[in-house]
């Protein structure tokens, strides 16, 4: 751990000129930790992504292999085995949590297939809220990601009955509706938030409350 500290330190220094250079041997280091069995290895490569974005050096292939390592570590586990396919799986919710919390961050529509992949498989509603965050930040409006919100806001499966997820769910349809009014056009959008917004179906008040303001605009 203290050579790679040490490369990295060495990295930073420097020249403008010799950014590319050094940011791609961070990527490399970053690629390495990320694929380490151990996950306080994981969560310090995406704590070295974070920097690496703050930094505004990077280059276009540089930030396409960072978000591609995040985005495998915000699915590792749950929809394929490991980051490096060779590994037994690594089943990390702090890793996975954080590695969405970047996706969040750095809001890149290149994440959105990414987002798709997470709303669709993983099994916590925490991290879901995350997840579903970012998709009303980078995403469109397309009939699978509206049959995925209203799968969460009926509550369709066991993972989705969380106050809180249906709560960002209903936020990410507002922050989608800024970019695209057609959102509440939608057979199924307004059919989830009616679910909501219906006493019979036993949301809470605030719930309710959230879902007929966006109902009445």
Not at 25 to 49: F, N, R, T
Not at 74 to 84: C, Q, T
Not at 166 to 174: D, L, N, P, Q, R
Request: with cysteine; charged share 25%.
């Amino acid at each position: 751990m203290k050579k790679i500290l040490l490369l990295l330190v060495l990295a930073g220094a420097g020249s403008p000129a010799l950014w590319s250079t050094q940011n791609s041997a961070k990527v490399a280091i970053i690629s390495q930790m990320a694929g380490s069995e151990d996950p306080e290895q994981k969560l310090s490569a995406l704590s070295l992504v974070r920097e690496q974005f703050s930094t505004g050096r990077l280059s276009r292939p540089e930030e396409e292999d960072l978000i591609g390592i995040v985005g495998s570590l915000a699915r590792e586990g749950i929809v394929f085995l490991s980051y490096d396919s060779r590994k037994v799986g690594n089943n990390h919710t702090q890793v996975r949590l954080e590695a969405n919390r970047i996706l969040r961050t750095i809001g890149n529509p290149g994440s959105y297939e990414t987002v798709l992949d997470i709303l669709e498989n993983e099994p916590l509603s925490y991290i879901l809220s995350v997840a579903v965050e970012t998709s009303g930040e980078i995403g469109e409006v397309t009939e699978e990601l509206e049959q995925l919100y209203y799968n969460i806001l009926t509550g369709r499966e066991l993972r989705f009955k969380d106050e809180l997820l249906v709560s960002k769910t209903m936020g990410a349809i507002e922050a989608l509706k800024e970019k695209d009014e057609a959102i509440l056009l939608s057979d199924r959008i307004r059919g989830g938030l009616i679910y909501v917004f219906n006493p019979m179906n036993g949301c809470s008040r605030r719930l309710r409350d959230q879902a007929g303001d966006i109902l009445k605009n």
